[in-house]
T-cell receptor, first 113, second 111 residues
Framework: GAGVSQSPSNKVTEKGKDVELRCDPI?????LYWYRQSLGQGLEFLIY????????KSGLPSDRFSAERTGGSVSTLTIQRTQQEDSAVYLC???????????FGPGTRLTVL | GNSVTQMEGPVTLSEEAFLTINCTYT??????LFWYVQYPGEGLQLLLK?????DKGSNKGFEATYRKETTSFHLEKGSVQVSDSAVYFC??????????FGAGTRLFVKA
C-alpha cells in the first residue's frame, strides 16, 4: 500500500511568512509524529498525535509552531512568522499504534531566506 | 537521562570491508532499540530492531545485538556494498510515544 506522503517536497519562503506542511499517514495508522532534522543534526521530536489529539506539545520549539490533525488522518504543521533558524527538513511518521515501528515520509525541505 | 549516542561520521570504507557503527544508550527500564537508515534522497526507514535484552535484530546483512550490560546496540555488517552508502540512525523508544534518535552516522562505501 501507499506509504507516508508529505507535501510540498521543497518550500522556499521569506522570513516572516507563514508556511503549512502537510502529512498523509498510512491508512489505518492511529499515531502520527512530526520531527525536524537540521543540517548535520539528528532528529528533533516536535509533536505526536494519537487519533486527533496531541497529548504532548512540549517538543514544539516555540509558540510560532502549531499542528493539527483532522479525521484521524491528515496532519498539518504550521509555522508562523518563519525565521531563518526554522530552515530544516520536516519529517512526518506514522505507526499503527503508539509503540510500533514508525514509517517515515520523504520529508519537506524548508528554506527560509 | 534518556539519550542515544552514536559514533560520529562520516565513515568511509571500501567495498567488502567490515562495518561497525557504535551506539550506546541511557535509559531506565527496558526500551526497544532500533536502527533506521536514510538512503540519499529518500525518507528514513526501519533497518532492524530488538525489543529485549540479548535479542539480535538482522536485515539485509546487517545485525545488531541488544546488550543490556553495556547498554549498547552496535550495528555490524560483514561485507559492505556501495549501495549501503547512507545515513544510519540509532534510536530507542521511551516505553511510550516518544522515540529518541541519535545524531546519525553517514557511511560512504567506495567501489
Amino acid at each position: 500500500g501507499a506509504g507516508v506522503s508529505q507535501s510540498p517536497s521543497n518550500k522556499v519562503t521569506e522570513k516572516g511568512k507563514d508556511v503549512e506542511l502537510r502529512c498523509d499517514p498510512i491508512s489505518g495508522h492511529t499515531a502520527l509524529y512530526w520531527y525536524r532534522q537540521s543540517l548535520g543534526q539528528g532528529l528533533e521530536f516536535l509533536i505526536y498525535f494519537q487519533g486527533n489529539s496531541a497529548p504532548d506539545k512540549s517538543g514544539l520549539p516555540s509558540d510560532r509552531f502549531s499542528a493539527e490533525r483532522t479525521g484521524g488522518s491528515v496532519s498539518t504543521l504550521t509555522i508562523q512568522r518563519t525565521q531563518q533558524e526554522d530552515s530544516a527538513v520536516y519529517l512526518c511518521a506514522s505507526s499503527l499504534i503508539i509503540t510500533d515501528t514508525q514509517y517515515f515520509g520523504p520529508g519537506t525541505r524548508l528554506t527560509v531566506l | 537521562g534518556n539519550s542515544v549516542t552514536q559514533m560520529e561520521g562520516p565513515v568511509t570504507l571500501s567495498e567488502e570491508a567490515f562495518l561497525t557503527i557504535n551506539c550506546t544508550y541511557t535509559a531506565t527500564g527496558y526500551p526497544s532499540l532500533f536502527w533506521y537508515v536514510q538512503y540519499p534522497g529518500e525518507g528514513l526507514q526501519l533497518l532492524l530492531k530488538a525489543t529485549k535484552a540479548d535479542d539480535k535484530g538482522s536485515n539485509k546483512g546487517f545485525e545488531a545485538t541488544y546488550r543490556k550490560e553495556t547498554t549498547s546496540f552496535h550495528l555490524e555488517k560483514g561485507s559492505v556494498q556501495v549501495s549501503d552508502s547512507a545515513v544510519y540512525f540509532c534510536a530507542r523508544n521511551t516505553g511510550g510515544f516518544k522515540t529518541i534518535f541519535g545524531a546519525g552516522t553517514r557511511l560512504f562505501v567506495k567501489a
